[in-house]
T-cell receptor, first 114, second 116 residues
Framework: AQSVTQLDSHVSVSEGTPVLLRCNYS??????LFWYVQHPNKGLQLLLK??????LVKGINGFEAEFKKSETSFHLTKPSAHMSDAAEYFC????????????FGTGTRLKVLA | GAVVSQHPSWVICKSGTSVKIECRSL??????MFWYRQFPKQSLMLMAT?????????EQGVEKDKFLINHASLTLSTLTVTSAHPEDSSFYIC????????????FGNGTRLTVT
């Protein structure tokens, strides 16, 4: 069975400081992992994806994530937070070769302080 | 590319009425569509998987007679909330994919349903 755990429900950072959103996964086979961002009352936008290629994945808006199999982690980072980054972030695990179901983490709400 | 359009973006209805939500893939043919429900400040929960031309597969605990899903064409899936009650108020989001295409799912912008 697959599952994903987002370790922080809320993260607050000051504008211009680094962002770290943590995600751990559990999968009985090679997973595909994604980070999505959701702004209030909006759908989801894909930030980046890992599908067994390079372990360091670069996404949009300066975000990146590193797949660490030994730690079963896929943490999302950004060197410098911007006010527009304030949103809800979801870590997702999926079996792209099978059912294609997405299992969502519980989400992390990022707050950026001026 | 890969745009998923969801309509309406918000709807208010009276208790006991039915509401239909449409999910369209605008520039690709979606052989599979997924319907999610999101309660305020919570994560997305998969309700059902909809394959074109066949019956939807519902997740455990989701009432198939309550949430009717139709995927009659490769570009359109609909979710009908029948005899809606206030507890059905939620944010409903659809997503779509093409069989054989391992690219990530693309999501609609969601529908905010409020049942009064």
């Amino acid at each position: 069975a697959q599952s994903v755990t987002q370790l922080d429900s809320h993260v607050s950072v000051s504008e211009g400081t680094p962002v770290l959103l943590r995600c751990n996964y559990s999968s009985s086979y090679s997973p595909s992992l994604f980070w999505y961002v959701q702004h209030p009352n909006k759908g989801l936008q894909l930030l980046l994806k890992y599908t067994s290629a390079a372990t360091l994945v670069k996404g949009i808006n300066g975000f990146e994530a590193e797949f660490k199999k030994s730690e079963t982690s896929f943490h999302l980072t950004k060197p410098s937070a911007h006010m527009s980054d304030a949103a809800e972030y979801f870590c997702v695990v999926s079996d792209l070769a099978g059912t294609y179901k997405y299992i969502f983490g519980t989400g992390t709400r990022l707050k950026v302080l001026a | 590319g890969a745009v998923v359009s969801q309509h309406p973006s918000w709807v208010i209805c009276k208790s006991g009425t039915s509401v239909k939500i449409e999910c369209r893939s605008l520039d690709f043919q979606a052989t599979t569509m997924f319907w999610y429900r999101q309660f305020p400040k919570q994560s997305l929960m998969l309700m059902a998987t909809s394959n074109e031309g066949s019956k939807a597969t519902y997740e455990q605990g989701v009432e198939k007679d309550k949430f009717l899903i139709n995927h009659a064409s490769l570009t359109l899936s609909t979710l009908t909330v029948t005899s809606a009650h206030p507890e059905d108020s939620s944010f409903y989001i659809c997503s779509a994919r093409v069989v054989g295409d391992n690219s990530p799912l693309h999501f609609g912008n969601g529908t905010r349903l409020t049942v009064t």
